[in-house]
């Protein structure tokens, strides 16, 4: 596909496969094109790698952090349980919605918790709502460990950011989704491999083995799930799709 964009036409030529289609510059649909690209792009570019959150890196785009929030506030969960903690930054992201809320902790689990992340975290004024578990994630003795510390009838969600292989994502999901409450999530990030398949970064075989592909199986048996995007909660536009690194990735538990 070539994108070309005239600033001064104001259009943007979509041509594809012997085909060519003029788009009005400032339409939704030239937005979502451009939006898509600029996905891809941006995280050539380590974009991602910017942002913190209260002093701890953070490695998602802004949107992406925002739409959390959003489901967060509305679950209002009592355990948030992240697989992959890194520098921990979405850690203390959810600790800090819990703590703003008055209610919920997280439990970060990781294959390898670094000690420059481990002694950070532990300084940090928001560790007291966080539970650090290392060890493989998908291994029966960690998901037993984190499911341990789950009381009966809390409200839970789960979200997905470790290895991001198929395999192990979809470990993960048949590991963790009985945690899971109605109206809740697991939540299968960084889908988003698949688009980036072709970047100079990219692997050519993230265009099938990714999040997504996991997320989409598991959901094709376990009817109990769907994956839906969540309903934006303010909405004065005409655009409907997310701009994320997580398609595909919401799994709401339906019943």
Same mark, same amino acid.
């Given at each position: 596909?070539?994108?070309?964009?005239?600033?001064?036409?104001?259009?943007?030529?979509?041509?594809?496969?012997?085909?060519?289609?003029?788009?009005?510059?400032?339409?939704?649909?030239?937005?979502?094109?451009?939006?898509?690209?600029?996905?891809?792009?941006?995280?050539?570019?380590?974009?991602?790698?910017?942002?913190?959150?209260?002093?701890?890196?953070?490695?998602?785009?802004?949107?992406?952090?925002?739409?959390?929030?959003?489901?967060?506030?509305?679950?209002?969960?009592?355990?948030?349980?992240?697989?992959?903690?890194?520098?921990?930054?979405?850690?203390?992201?959810?600790?800090?919605?819990?703590?703003?809320?008055?209610?919920?902790?997280?439990?970060?689990?990781?294959?390898?918790?670094?000690?420059?992340?481990?002694?950070?975290?532990?300084?940090?004024?928001?560790?007291?709502?966080? %539970?650090?578990?290392?060890?493989?994630?998908?291994?029966?003795?960690?998901?037993?460990?984190?499911?341990?510390?789950?009381?009966?009838?809390? %409200?839970?969600?789960?979200?997905?950011?470790?290895?991001?292989?198929?395999?192990?994502?979809?470990?993960?999901?048949?590991?963790?989704?009985?945690?899971? %409450?109605?109206?809740?999530?697991?939540?299968?990030?960084?889908?988003?491999?698949?688009? *980036?398949?072709?970047? /100079?970064?990219?692997?050519?075989?993230?265009?099938?083995?990714?999040?997504?592909?996991?997320?989409?199986?598991?959901?094709?048996?376990?009817?109990?799930?769907?994956?839906?995007?969540?309903?934006?909660?303010?909405?004065?536009?005409?655009?409907?799709?997310?701009? %994320?690194?997580? /398609?595909?990735?919401? *799994?709401?538990?339906?019943?």
């Amino acid at each position: 596909m070539k994108l070309i964009i005239d600033t001064e036409c104001k259009t943007l030529v979509k041509e594809e496969n012997g085909e060519s289609v003029a788009l009005d510059l400032y339409s939704k649909e030239s937005f979502e094109l451009i939006s898509h690209q600029w996905l891809k792009v941006g995280w050539n570019a380590k974009y991602p790698y910017v942002f913190s959150w209260m002093g701890r890196p953070i490695i998602q785009i802004p949107e992406d952090i925002i739409r959390i929030q959003e489901v967060i506030y509305r679950v209002k969960p009592d355990v948030i349980i992240e697989c992959g903690v890194a520098h921990g930054g979405a850690l203390i992201l959810y600790a800090s919605l819990c703590k703003a809320m008055g209610k919920g902790r997280v439990i970060g689990v990781d294959i390898e918790i670094r000690p420059h992340n481990r002694k950070a975290l532990e300084a940090h004024e928001l560790f007291p709502l966080i %539970t650090l578990i290392e060890g493989d994630s998908s291994a029966p003795e960690i998901v037993n460990q984190v499911k341990s510390l789950v009381r009966p009838g809390e %409200t839970v969600m789960v979200l997905l950011d470790s290895k991001h292989t198929k395999e192990h994502v979809l470990g993960e999901l048949n590991a963790y989704h009985d945690l899971i %409450t109605p109206g809740s999530y697991i939540v299968a990030m960084d889908g988003s491999m698949r688009d *980036l398949y072709d970047v /100079p970064r990219g692997k050519a075989e993230w265009i099938w083995d990714n999040p997504a592909e996991a997320a989409i199986e598991f959901a094709s048996v376990h009817p109990e799930f769907v994956i839906e995007q969540p309903a934006w909660p303010f909405n004065e536009s005409d655009l409907t799709e997310a701009i %994320t690194h997580w /398609p595909d990735a919401w *799994l709401r538990r339906v019943r």
